[in-house]
Each structure stands twice: as structure tokens, then as C-alpha cells.
């Protein structure tokens, strides 16, 4: 699950749509992050690389929208809306993903059990 | 001097020997050596020392030597390779064994050690075979060095090639013995002919050391276990030869530092080298004044303080025979070139430079690192899926230096490169046991480091339990009527392995996971408990480590356990929207599974002894088993009987995760317990000197007095000792218990008098009063604080104990929370953070348990830092949250001390 900024990768990504819940004046998703590129990645609990300074989802609330459309704690998110998100530091991905005006946000996740279902599988398509 | 020689193997080297090798064949040879008469021939013996360096002993003689050698080689492997046999056609090639010729007692006659050849050159043990000289006397002609110096110039060449030394060594040519040439000068000529060439020779003397060294030492590493060889026994042997004085140096050292060290598994060649080489550099300057009086009376002095001043030469040698002979060909290898001779084409000079590789990382973190700058692990790795056993040995022992200690990055070089993979393969492939203990070792070191864990698991941990823990627990999937039960067996496979999967069962809730689900585990490790209980063999380490993964594996289970939801006491309410305690596997990670339930109100007040114990249509097995009722009286035994104070307070800790939770599960352990008449042991060892057991007995008592029943006699019976634990004022009970002990014994306490102003009343009787004042006015520690104004809070609550309360003297005033209100945990304080998630109770224990804070909170792993720390084992007490939520409403946190480390950040969105 590790690269290099900048280098090619070959990641097994799954696109998940969640939409977010409005409660008054808040949006809400129902999740909540870790990483950045101006965190310290060797705190992260989910990396394999612990020098990977990716966004991670670190927690999930239980029935929220990130739980119903199928974010896992763990989960690494790659882009948000089509934004990058292994390059970018904590805030940037949270003003990424809590954008006021944006009731849905896509996401492009990869988690380790993709990957390795599709390693074990070599080729066949992961059920997820 | 018709010499005959008798080689007597000193009792310890042959048994270091065998022990250390595989079961090898002890082989007893005896060699009747003829050399030629009449011709001048220079003899070299050598004696290889404990180290595994060889010393030779060079003698001109003239006159025919008849050369018995009674070897006692475990499989000796002749010209490995080849290239040590051809030197067998000269006389000398019967020395090839290199550990025959050392027991011969006339030393003179040892034949250089081809073994030591490699690690010799290293160590600059080579002089203590120098100062051996004195037995030159037995002179033996050793045709040897010309067949050699084939091999040597091979060798040569590659050594050279690295090397940094140049031309020390002229190569001596017979010739030079004439001269009287000294052992010195001889020796090096074994060394850079016989000794690599005779790797392939030495490989099987060698190896036999070797092996000897990797011998586990693993009690003083927790996790990890470096092991060398041990030098010094093979050392000792010499001692034992007076003869030798050089020998006896060897020894001190060589026992200093085997002995000292804490790997234990080391090549011997290389250990014994070592001691030489400090010595050499006092002697250095010495040298030149030996080396003279050696020449002049090589011979005559039989000796010992002369041949204790010529050993030391020895190991100068290098410089100063060098400087004598101008030999250009003998260097020590340095760290690139020895990692080069990882890739030699012959195999024992795989071996032996792997070998050499790990004896130099033990215990020196610096050389372990420029291995991974160098490149050598993946080169390490490959060797391990090399066909010859002694390759793949000799570079899984290096491997398991190089993977002990604080430097994680070797582990992650380990696994960078797939060698836990290839670690795993081997371990399926082999059926050597010492080569399972070095894998199994290996991995056990490679699973402290938190990241590797998952790795662990995902390639070894269904082969880990089927290769090692079914197999050592004696338990069996299938018995058939024949087999009897067997016991389990503590090797040190079992307990390496067990250690590994003690640390990995500690990687959150999908490790848990993981491991519940694998086949035949937890069985096995029950099957392999009771046999320890039944034996009431309950002290050792591989008990700890199974009660450990026990005591991991139990935590959350009413949330992780798949159907975990069908048992799920419908009297715990869920909070509106939460999606239910019991998320399942990874995604109850997730802090909120309890959170939301902290309105809930006690519905666990019911009496369980009304509950039957659920009837099973067949017999529960796999994680199953975890929480059966019927492990609580396998936990109580361990609690009674083991001296243990981590296998105490990991079996207090299982019966805590066990009775934690509103699950079916645990209303049946929680009663139980009570029936098995639990109680008395749990309050028994609130007495115990470990800070640890008390904590985690005291939580473990909170959990069970969720049940009533238990909560009225714990009230009654325990009050004493849960008191007596506290620190009364500023002093300190004579446990002087830590700061989380007190915590945890402050919130039992106030579990126990919550709701129950019989219990209350009991607290005041057992003086707790002034105690809880005391601590609520004075303690330096804020969480300590807290928890006492809690208790004081709630026991005032009870307006029936006023009256009494005010005629203790006590007034309102002293159940007041003392001035500053606990300011929010800093890490609460934090936006995005929903207090609910984090309850007192938890984080609390999240000092206990690293495990378990990461999986409440989610958040990064704090514990990774941790890492060194010998064993992880997560205590879990995993908490009833909800309870305590409940119970402390009032407070705001006890929470915030526990955090020592900077919290990375996390957002909610």
C-alpha cells in the first residue's frame, strides 16, 4: 500500500459515494481521518509503510453515511471528488471532504483486503 | 621422534559440539597419520580454539610423525565441497577436521581448523593457536598447507579482492618453516589456505560449534532472543588442556562474554575470536618480545606462560606476523566483504560468512545496521530457501541477531525483502528443531515491531499453528480411540512461537480476529493450559505467552465474535442510532460501540445464579471456547496455583475481558465465577506483591460485580484488601503501587458502592474514609484524585450514611470534589472528539492495555513506541464502558492522564 509521491502506482481502489447527512448546520459523513503529510505517519495504526503520509480513515460512526455506503476504518483514501489525497496535509483533506457546499462526496479507497484478494485470487475481480 | 599423537577431545567440546549440531552422527575416527620420514617438513598443528579459530603449530621436523587422531566429529563433513578432501592426500588432510586435531592433547599435531578458517581470520584468535607452538614439539608434517594453498589461493583471491590488507601474508610456504619458521607465520598460511579452503572442512567442525552457540538463551529476552553461540564452552575444553595456556585466556573471555551475553546463539568460532582480539590489542606491543622468544625456543617451551604469551601473539599476530613474513594474504574480512562471500559459490563459505555475520551483530546494533545499509539482509533471506541446512541455518541465525533489538528498520528490512514469507516456508520445509527454534525465534523478534504484525499474520499464523502449536500442545483435531491425550511439550519452538503470537494477538481487533478464527489455535492453546495445569508445570514462559493470547483473544469478544449480536443481553440498551455494540471484526475498532450507551440504565442487576448455563447440541470449539464457562476454573487454577506474576496477571486479565460486556456470555462466566468460588482467589491476590496482578485482579472484580450477586460479597469480602491497597495520605502502602493501580482499585471501589449503600457503609468500616480524603486532598496525581472524589461523591450520595459519616467527623465539605474541576482530558478536548466515545473507565485502562486503547479510540497506536518493550501483552480490561459510563456520570475524566504521547490528529467530517 505504500508508494512514492509521485511514482506510478498500482493501487486496488473501490469507489465509494457517501451521502452526507445534514444535521442543522452541520454536514455530516460520519467518519473521521488521521494522516497528512504533516502528521507523523509512524502513529499510523493502519500503514503497512509506516513512512506512508496518506490519509486514513480512523474511525467510523456506526449507521452513519460513511458506514451505510461502506467505508472501513482503516481505509485508505487515495481521492476525494477527484482530489488527491496521498499528497496533502490533515486540513487539506479535511476541508476536502467537509466542503459545505458539496452534499456528496466520491471517494476512491483502498484497503489491504482489496489488495489482497486480488493477489490471492491473481486476477479474478475482488468481491468488494 | 616417532610422534604419536593422541588426540584427546576435551569432554566439553564434544559435547558443545553435539549439542549444538543437528543430530549428527558422532562419528570417532582415528587417524594414523605417516609422514614422510627424513624429510624436513614443517608440522603445523592447530587447535582450534573455542572460538572456533584455529591454531596451528608449526614445526620443522625431520623425522617421521605417526599421527593418531581420535576425532569425535559429529557429521564431519569432509571436503565440503570438495576442496578440503584433496588436501587429504597429504597427511595433513586428515586434519582437515579441524576439531579432531584440536582435542589432541599435544595441541602440535591440531590440525588448522578449516571451520574456523573464515571466522578465524576474523578473530584474530589465530594467535592463541600460536602460542600453542610450544607443542611443536609433537611436530607434524603437514603436507597440508601445499594442498591447501590451492583452496587458499581461491580463497585468497576473494579475500584479497575485499580486502583491506593487502599482501600481509606472504603465503608460507614450507619453506619458510625451515627457518624455524614459527607457528605464527604457519598459521596464517592455514588461514589463508586451509582456512577457507577448508571452510568446506571447517563447515563441518565449524558448524558444529556453531550450533552450539545458537543454543536459546531465551529467558532474558522477552520477545526476542539473540543468540550466539556459546563461546565459551567450547572454550572451556582447552582449559582443560593445560597445555594449552592460550586456551585458558580463551576461556575468560570467551565465558565472559557467552556468558554475559543475552544471545545467546552465536557462532562460537566468531565468540572466541573476540575475547582474542581485545586481548591482542593490550598485547600488541608484547608481541614482537614473544614472538622472539618464541622463535628462539619455539620447542622448548612446553610451557604454559610461554604459551600464553605466544597465544596472545597469536592474536596480535596478524600485525606483527604479517610485518615477519610480509604475507600478503591474510586479512580479516570486513563487513562488505563478508556479505559478499554471502553470494560465494561454495556453499560453506555461505555459511560460514553467515555464520561470522551473526556473530558480529550480536549485541552490536551498529553492525546490524551497516548489514541493512550493505544489503545483506535480502542476500540473508535468499539464503534461506538454500537446500544445504547448514546454509540456510547459519543465515537464519544471523537473521535473528540482526531481527533482535530497537531498531525496527532491520525488522522492516527483514520483511521488505519477503523474509517472513521464506521464514515461513522454511519452517514448513524442515524438520530440524533448531532450525525451527532460529525461524521461530526470528519471528518472534520480527513481531514486536506493531507493523510487522499483521505481516505475521497474514503468511505464518496458520503455519505457526500447525506446525508448532497443535503439534507441541498435544492436542489433536480428531482424536481416534488410540491416542491417548497427550501433554503438551514446552520447547523452545513452542515457546518462540507462542511469543510470536503473543505479540500479534495484541495488533487490534482484526489480529483478534485472525486468530480466533484460525483453525485448531485456541483450541490448542486450551488443550496445552490444561495439560499445564494438570501437571502444575504453570510457571514457565510458554504458559505465559499461551495465557497471554488467551487473555488477548478474549478481549471483546461480546463485540467481535461473529453472532456475537444473537447473545447480546437484551437488557443493555442501545443508545438510539448507534448500530449496535457488537460491530462486528474490524469495524468495531471503532470507538463507539459503547458510547452511545452511556444513558443507558443498569439492567444488569438482575440475578444471574437464575440463569441456566446455555445446553449445547455439540461441543463448543475454536473461539468458541474463549468464553465458555468452562475456561473460568482453568483460569482460577492458574490463578492459585502459578508463581507467575504474568501469568497471573494474564489469567485475571482473560477472566476480566471475559466478564467485561453485556452479552449472554458473560452474565454466565460473571455468575461462575461466583460458583466456582472465584472470588476468594481473586481477593486473595489483591495481597499479591506485583503491582500489575493487583491491577488487573482489581478490575477484573469491578467486571464481575456487574453482577449483583457479586457485587453484594465482593462488597462484603473485599472491601479490606481493595482498601489496604490504597496509599494512605501521602505514604504509601508498603507495595508503593503505581499510579494506575490506585486508579483501578479507586474505580473497583466505586463500582462496588454504586448502588449498593450496603457496600458503602462497608467502605466507611474499613476505614477507606480517610484514605479517599486523603488521596482527594493531597495526591500529586490528578487521576487519583478524581477517582477518590468520585468514590467520596457517590458514598455521600447515600443520605442514610450521613449521620454516621458526621459522627466520624466528617463533614460535606471532605466529599466535595477538591477545587479545580478536572479540567477535560486534553485529548478530549479535542473537536472532534465525542466525549462518549472515550468513558472514563476506558481510558483508564487504556494505560493497561496499549491493545485495546487503539481499538477503542481508533486512534494512532501509541503503543508503537512501545515496541521494545519485551512482551506486549494488551491487558485488557475491557471495561464494561457502559457501566462505567454510567457510574460516573459526575466525573468528568480520570481519562486524561493516561496519555503521555502527543495524539496525531484526527478529524471527524
Known amino acids: ?128 | 621422534m616417532p610422534a604419536e599423537v593422541k588426540q584427546e577431545q576435551s569432554p566439553s567440546n564434544a559435547t558443545t559440539l553435539a549439542m549444538m549440531q543437528e543430530p549428527q552422527e558422532v562419528v570417532e575416527e582415528t587417524v594414523t597419520i605417516e609422514e614422510d620420514p627424513g624429510t624436513p617438513t614443517s608440522h603445523v598443528s592447530v587447535v582450534t580454539s573455542d572460538d572456533g579459530t584455529t591454531r596451528r603449530t608449526e614445526t620443522k621436523v625431520t623425522k617421521m610423525v605417526k599421527t593418531v587422531t581420535t576425532r569425535t566429529v559429529r557429521q564431519v563433513p569432509l571436503g565440503p565441497d570438495g576442496l578440503p578432501l584433496p588436501e587429504g592426500s597429504s597427511p595433513l588432510g586428515n586434519y582437515t577436521d579441524s576439531i579432531d586435531r584440536r582435542y589432541m592433547k599435544n595441541g602440535g599435531f591440531i590440525t588448522p581448523q578449516a571451520t574456523s578458517t573464515l571466522t578465524r581470520s576474523y578473530n584474530n584468535s589465530y594467535n592463541d593457536s600460536y602460542g600453542e607452538t610450544p607443542e611443536s614439539q609433537y611436530v607434524r608434517h603437514y603436507g597440508l598447507h601445499d594442498g591447501y594453498a590451492d583452496l587458499t589461493d581461491n580463497y585468497g583471491s576473494l579475500s584479497r579482492g575485499v580486502n583491506f590488507r593487502p599482501p600481509r601474508y606472504p603465503y608460507l610456504p614450507n619453506s619458510y618453516r625451515p627457518e624455524n619458521s614459527y607457528t605464527l607465520p604457519i598459521r596464517k598460511d592455514d588461514y589463508g589456505h586451509v582456512a577457507q579452503p577448508q571452510v568446506p572442512m571447517g563447515n563441518s567442525t565449524v558448524d558444529l560449534n556453531r550450533s552450539q552457540p545458537e543454543r536459546f538463551q531465551p529467558e532474558p529476552y522477552g520477545l526476542e532472543d539473540d543468540r550466539r553461540s556459546l563461546g565459551p564452552e567450547e572454550e572451556e575444553p582447552y582449559e582443560l588442556e593445560p597445555d594449552y595456556s592460550t586456551a585458558n585466556r580463551r576461556t575468560l573471555q570467551g565465558a565472559n562474554r557467552g556468558r554475559t551475553h543475552r544471545e545467546p546463539l552465536r557462532d562460537v568460532p566468531r565468540v572466541r575470536g573476540y575475547p582474542d582480539e581485545a586481548i591482542e590489542a593490550e598485547l600488541i606491543d608484547e608481541r614482537h618480545p614473544y614472538i622472539h622468544g618464541m622463535y628462539s625456543a619455539p620447542l622448548a617451551q612446553p610451557e604454559r606462560g610461554s604459551m600464553a604469551s605466544l597465544d596472545r601473539m597469536g592474536g596480535r599476530r596478524s600485525p606483527s606476523i604479517d610485518s615477519i613474513r610480509k604475507d600478503p594474504r591474510w586479512r580479516d574480512p570486513d563487513l562488505p566483504e563478508v556479505i559478499a562471500m554471502l553470494g560465494h559459490p561454495i556453499d560453506p563459505v555461505k555459511s560460514n560468512a553467515a555464520a561470522y555475520l551473526q556473530h558480529l551483530c550480536y549485541e552490536n546494533d551498529k553492525i546490524k545496521k551497516d548489514v541493512r545499509q550493505l544489503k545483506g539482509i535480502p542476500v540473508l533471506v535468499g539464503l534461506l530457501d538454500h537446500p544445504k541446512s547448514e546454509v540456510h541455518r547459519k543465515a537464519c541465525g544471523a537473521l535473528r541477531n540482526i531481527s533482535y533489538g530497537k531498531d525496527n528498520d532491520n525488522k522492516v528490512a527483514i520483511k521488505n525483502c519477503d523474509g517472513i514469507p521464506a521464514l515461513v516456508r522454511l519452517l514448513r520445509k524442515t524438520n530440524d528443531m533448531e532450525v525451527r527454534e532460529l525461524i521461530t525465534g526470528t519471528l518472534w523478534n520480527l513481531s514486536s515491531y506493531e507493523p510487522l504484525k499483521m505481516v505475521i499474520i497474514n503468511h505464518g499464523l496458520q503455519t505457526l499453528t500447525n506446525e508448532v502449536i497443535i503439534p507441541h500442545s498435544g492436542w489433536e483435531h480428531e482424536p481416534n480411540e488410540d491416542s491417548k491425550p497427550r501433554d503438551a511439550e514446552w520447547t523452545t519452538v513452542f515457546k518462540n512461537t507462542s511469543g510470536c503470537l503473543r505479540n500479534v494477538s495484541s495488533d487490534g481487533a482484526e489480529a483478534r480476529r485472525r486468530l480466533r478464527e484460525c483453525e485448531g489455535l485456541v483450541d490448542a492453546l486450551l488443550h496445552a493450559l490444561q495439560s499445564a495445569v494438570g501437571k502444575k508445570d504453570m510457571d514457565n514462559k510458554s504458559v505465559e505467552n499461551c495465557v497471554c493470547i488467551m487473555r488477548n483473544l478474549s478481549y471483546h469478544v461480546h463485540k467481535e465474535v461473529p453472532g456475537a449480536e444473537k447473545f447480546q443481553d437484551p437488557s443493555a440498551l442501545q443508545a438510539p442510532g448507534s448500530a449496535g455494540p457488537q460491530r462486528k471484526k474490524k469495524d468495531d475498532a471503532g470507538c463507539f460501540g459503547g458510547k452511545k450507551a452511556k444513558g443507558r440504565k443498569n439492567g444488569d442487576d438482575k440475578n444471574y445464579d437464575t440463569l441456566d448455563l446455555p445446553k449445547r447440541s455439540e461441543p463448543s470449539k475454536g473461539f468458541e471456547l474463549l468464553y465458555q464457562p468452562e475456561v473460568v476454573r482453568l483460569y482460577l487454577s492458574l490463578l492459585t496455583e502459578s508463581q507467575n506474576y504474568n501469568t497471573l496477571e494474564a489469567a485475571a486479565g482473560a477472566l476480566q475481558n471475559l466478564s467485561a460486556g453485556q452479552w449472554t456470555w458473560s452474565n454466565y462466566i460473571r455468575a461462575t465465577v461466583r460458583k466456582e468460588k472465584g472470588l476468594p482467589i481473586l481477593v486473595e491476590l489483591l495481597r499479591s506483591d506485583s503491582d500489575k496482578v493487583v491491577r488487573a485482579v482489581s478490575i477484573a472484580l469491578r467486571n464481575l460485580s456487574i453482577d449483583r450477586r457479586n457485587k453484594d460479597l465482593i462488597g462484603s469480602y473485599a472491601m479490606r484488601d481493595l482498601v489496604s491497597n490504597l496509599p494512605s495520605g501521602q505514604q504509601r502502602p508498603a507495595k508503593n503501587l503505581e499510579e494506575d493501580t490506585v486508579v483501578a482499585i479507586l474505580n473497583t471501589i466505586h463500582e462496588i458502592v454504586t448502588d449498593s449503600s450496603e457496600n458503602a457503609r462497608s467502605l466507611a468500616q474499613a476505614q477507606a474514609i480517610e484514605k479517599l480524603v486523603a488521596i482527594n486532598r493531597t495526591s500529586q496525581s490528578a487521576r487519583e484524585t478524581k477517582a477518590a472524589s468520585h468514590v467520596l461523591q457517590t458514598v455521600w450520595s447515600y443520605k442514610e450514611l450521613r449521620n454516621a459519616l458526621t459522627k466520624d467527623g466528617w463533614n460535606k465539605s471532605h466529599f466535595q470534589p477538591t477545587v479545580t474541576a478536572t479540567p477535560k482530558a486534553t485529548k478530549n478536548g479535542k473537536p472532534g472528539y465525542d466525549d462518549t466515545t472515550l468513558p472514563l473507565m476506558e481510558k483508564n485502562q487504556d494505560g493497561y492495555s496499549t491493545i485495546d486503547q487503539k481499538d477503542k479510540d481508533c486512534k494512532y497506536k501509541t503503543v508503537d513506541s512501545s515496541v521494545d518493550q519485551t512482551e506486549r501483552e494488551p491487558l485488557k480490561n475491557d471495561t464494561n464502558r457502559k457501566h462505567y459510563i454510567r457510574s460516573n456520570r459526575p466525573a468528568v475524566s480520570l481519562v486524561d492522564a493516561c496519555d503521555v504521547k502527543p495524539q496525531p490528529v484526527d478529524s471527524w467530517v
Request: no cysteine; glycine share 10%.
Open chain 1, 1 to 128: 500500500m505504500s508508494f512514492v509521491p509521485g511514482q506510478p502506482l498500482t493501487a486496488v481502489v473501490q469507489r465509494i459515494q457517501i451521502q452526507k447527512l445534514r444535521q442543522g448546520e452541520n454536514l455530516i459523513l460520519g467518519f473521521s481521518i488521521g494522516g497528512g503529510i504533516d502528521q507523523d505517519p509512524g502513529q499510523n495504526p493502519f500503514s503497512d509503510d509506516k513512512t506512508d503520509k496518506g490519509i486514513y480513515v480512523t474511525r467510523i460512526t456506526p449507521g452513519g453515511p460513511a458506514d451505510a455506503a461502506g467505508l472501513r476504518m482503516g481505509d485508505k483514501l487515495m481521492q476525494v471528488n477527484g482530489w488527491d489525497m496521498t499528497m496533502v496535509t490533515h486540513d487539506q483533506a479535511r476541508k476536502r471532504l467537509t466542503k459545505k457546499n458539496e452534499d456528496v462526496v466520491r471517494l476512491l479507497v483502498t484497503r489491504k483486503s482489496l489488495e489482497e484478494a486480488v493477489k490471492q485470487s491473481m486476477g479474478s475481480f475482488p468481491r468488494q
